[in-house]
């Protein structure tokens, strides 16, 4: 067994303990040598085992136990054009769901945002799961970010390794209950491009001892 089968298992299983993901929705992938470590197609992770995760090669072409996740292009694809992208975690969370299903993308209405790599979170247009039409928006709207929303669909975060996109995913979707819970009030103001400049070059170093 690959320890970085048990890794996957564990990211998906606290994805669904933290509340951004439920069910069987969602997935959760990490990078290895010739390809991806990524969790089954429509098993409960709570019942799932760390050798019940798919080895799936740059080709497409699976190895293991179960069938990969229906996502698994799209988690080969931004591996393939995002060197950087060590993980991904795929939800179906409460309120990026909610904003997606409005394919709207979310503004610079807090300074956070630009953890994602710049002064929006995009949403990619909507296109039938599992397709390279789906994989292809969101490549899209991903370009020079490392999230994005699914037209009424969900959202995708990538990091570093398991950790970090797990931590993205988790803080993505308290900026998107955040920003939905404040255009209940009013419409929030929005930072001004020169602002969010300084504060994707403040996150270039942010976190780093």
């Known amino acids: 067994m690959n320890p970085l089968q048990a890794a996957v298992l ?7 303990a933290s509340g951004i993901n439920r069910g069987t929705a969602g997935n959760v992938s990490a990078r290895c040598a010739g390809g991806f470590i990524i969790t089954p197609t429509g098993m409960d992770y709570a019942r799932a085992l760390p050798e019940d995760m798919v080895l799936v090669d740059m080709q497409g072409q699976a190895q293991g136990v179960r069938k990969p996740s229906s996502e698994w292009r799209f988690h080969r694809d931004i591996y393939a054009q995002r060197p950087e992208a060590g993980a991904i975690v795929h939800t179906h969370s409460p309120f990026a769901t909610s904003l997606a299903c409005l394919a709207t993308e979310i503004p610079p209405f807090h ?16 296109a039938t799961f599992g397709t390279q039409a789906l994989s292809d928006a969101m490549l899209k709207a991903q370009e020079g970010r490392s999230a994005c929303l699914m037209a009424q669909h969900g959202m995708t975060v990538f990091g570093r390794d398991l950790e970090q996109a797990l931590a993205h995913a988790v803080e993505l979707e308290s900026l ?12 929030p103001p929005l930072l001004p491009p020169e602002e969010m400049a300084v504060v994707l070059e403040k996150f270039r170093t942010y976190g780093q001892q």
């Not at 564990?10 to 669904?16: D, V, Y």
């Not at 300074?111 to 990619?124: H, K, S």
């Open 111 to 126: 300074y956070m945002i630009a953890r994602f790599g710049g002064d929006t979170v995009r949403c990619a247009a909507y």
């Open 10 to 16: 564990e990211c998906a299983q606290a994805m669904n």
């Open 176 to 187: 998107c209950e955040q920003y939905w819970r404040a255009v209940q009030i009013a419409t």
